[in-house]
Nanobody
Framework: QVQLVESGGGLVQPGGSLRLACSDANSGRAFNSYTVGWFRQAPGKEREFVAAIRPLGESTFYEDSVRGRFTIARDKPNYTVYLQMNNLKPEDTAVYYC????????????????????WGQGTQVTVSS
């Protein structure tokens, strides 16, 4: 059974950085074959796409507001996907979720939460002075 676990959230000042990590607590090796996405949900708002990466890391995808500030990457030897977040802004404040899909997702659907089978519990990111 896949159990995705996120870590790395916290409180940071505007302009600061955080690195989130996502891994499978139960069967780490299969994780490298998943498309992995990061989503976030702020209070009172719908869950929104942030970034995604293909299994081989050959393609990455970003929501427009984070492109150039956030970087998604795989650490294959450690079966982990990272989301490096730089130049954080107050509007980045949200619960961030890691999601995985064992099936290939077409480009036009990679930002759709329903395309992902597995979800973590989320980690809180708060950007405030």
């Amino acid at each position: 059974q896949v159990q995705l676990v996120e870590s790395g959230g916290g409180l940071v000042q505007p302009g600061g950085s955080l690195r989130l990590a996502c891994s499978d607590a139960n069967s780490g090796r299969a994780f490298n074959s998943y498309t992995v996405g990061w989503f976030r949900q702020a209070p009172g708002k719908e869950r929104e796409f942030v970034a995604a990466i293909r299994p081989l890391g050959e393609s990455t995808f970003y929501e427009d507001s984070v492109r150039g500030r956030f970087t998604i990457a795989r650490d294959k030897p450690n079966y982990t996907v990272y989301l490096q977040m730089n130049n954080l802004k107050p509007e980045d404040t949200a619960v961030y979720y890691c999601a995985g899909s064992g099936s290939r997702i077409i480009v036009s659907a990679v930002a759709m939460p329903r395309m992902y089978n597995y979800w973590g519990q989320g980690t809180q990111v708060t950007v405030s002075s």
